[in-house]
């Protein structure tokens, strides 16, 4: 049966007309009629290969949508640059916010350190960088230290010459925040250039309360207990968020497709769990998995959880400090010829979080981890589009994924706590 589930998901032509489809329609920004677009295709796409109607389950949220960012420097040639607010930034005053810019670099802690007294009343400037790494410095956390230190505004260079702006979530609340914005590498040199600049950053926005929706379905099995598939559908407005995340959505259309029929041969049930403001510190998996009751909870044995799964032919397991979860997978794929890799501190960079901080077995798949010059770079910037993808590298990891899925649904048993 695994061999023909298998086949059945690698040899469709589906995953590729799902994956051009899911791009078709956009960045998906939460919110934006992408966003809905998106959930549109997906709930008619599930019921079609499964017969079974998804669950639309409401998420409400604080929204927020970009109006106009513009970035100027004051002194020297005066130049009007190009910028992109981060997710969630605070509006600037009316008029605009001036000050200095102070230039830290990276953006490591001990940047700030270094430099912590000149930072009051300035506007940061730090780099991104490649996010899929074990040392990488989240951005939340850059924008966390310049709060900390008195800055007044925040900006973000891209780390690729020509690749265009950063964009990403701020990490600021209603409560705390402080204007960001994500640049180019060019428009950094352009500020950096003779000393540090005076700047008017000017950031509009709308914030409102919001309904939005997961998608859940559920391929009942024998017994009373699930294995729960999940991939995130929004993204960013830049590009068409190929890689992250329309990746790891049609892998998981395509293996509820194939394992649909086979249900009723398997101990545990399969569920699909389509989750959107992901990008937003993960708010429509935290819906999800704190609205379970703690019976519910634990009959879900695994969360395996897709996210930007192609873009090399390499994927790693984000194993969330379960260390039985680890052996469990790595001697599956090995078993089919699957060099995984894997990484086992928690990382809180995907829904597999909400699942894991509440004990439940959970791992994010991802490809190009630990490698900085994958196709992975081009996430979060204009750069993710569907060419970065090979259908080999996107057949082999629905492959894996469809492998993995089945082998935890028939187990005789299953615990991986
Ligand atoms: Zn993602």
């Known amino acids: 049966m695994i061999e023909d589930i298998v086949e059945k998901v690698v040899g469709s032509n589906n995953l590729a007309r799902d994956f051009a489809a899911i791009c078709d329609t956009g960045g998906r920004f939460a919110g934006s009629d992408s966003e809905q677009a998106a959930r549109d295709y997906l709930s008619d796409r599930l019921e079609e290969a499964t017969g079974i109607a998804p669950t639309h389950a409401p998420v409400d949220y604080l929204g927020w949508s970009r109006g106009d960012s513009v970035l100027e420097r004051l002194d020297g040639a005066g130049a009007s640059l190009p910028c992109v607010s981060l997710v969630r930034s605070p ?28 930072i009051e009343g300035r506007i940061v400037l730090v780099r991104h960088e490649y996010m899929f790494a074990t040392g990488t410095v989240h951005r939340r956390r850059k924008y966390q230290w310049a709060m900390d230190r008195g800055a007044v505004g925040f900006l973000i260079a891209c780390h690729l010459p020509g ?4 964009t990403g979530s701020s990490g600021a609340t209603p409560e705390r925040g402080i204007p960001a914005a994500g640049i180019s590498a060019e428009t950094a040199k352009a500020l950096t250039a003779d000393g540090p600049a005076k700047v008017r950053l000017r950031i509009e926005t709308d914030e409102a309360p919001r309904r939005t929706a997961n998608l859940v379905l559920d391929l009942p099995g024998t017994g009373p207990e699930w294995i729960v598939l999940s991939a995130h559908i929004d993204g960013h407005h830049l590009a068409e968020s190929a890689i ?11 293996v509820a497709a194939a394992m649909a029929p086979n249900m009723g041969r398997l101990a545990r049930g399969l569920r699909i769990a389509l989750f959107t403001v992901e990008e937003w510190a993960l708010a429509g998996s935290v819906v999800y998995v704190d609205g379970l009751s703690d019976a519910q909870r634990s009959a879900i044995k695994l969360n395996l959880n897709l996210d930007s799964i192609a873009g090399s032919p390499n994927l790693t397991a984000l194993t969330s400090g379960f260390p039985k979860l680890e052996a469990w997978l790595l001697t599956r ?12 501190p928690m990382m809180a960079n995907s829904d597999h979080y909400n699942f894991a901080r509440q004990g439940i077995p959970a791992v994010r798949l991802v490809a190009g981890f630990d490698e900085p010059e994958s196709e992975l770079k081009y996430v979060l910037t204009p750069g993710d589009t569907r060419d970065k993808v090979t259908a080999d590298d996107l057949r082999r990891a629905a492959g894996l994924t469809a492998a993995l899925a089945v082998e935890a649904c028939r187990a005789d048993e299953l615990e991986l706590r």
Do not use: K, M, W, Y
Not at 163 to 166: E, K, S, T, Y
Not at 244 to 254: H, I, Q, R
Not at 333 to 344: E, F, N, P, S, V
């Open 91 to 118: 509006a600037t005053p009316d008029g605009g916010l001036v000050a200095e810019l102070i230039d830290i670099g990276r953006g490591t802690e001990q940047n700030f350190v270094v430099r912590a007294a000149e």
């Open 163 to 166: 690749a265009g702006p950063v």
């Open 244 to 254: 992250d995340n329309a990746t790891g959505l049609a892998a998981a259309l395509s």
């Open 333 to 344: 794929a090995r078993a089919r010829g699957h060099a995984l890799g894997a990484h086992r």
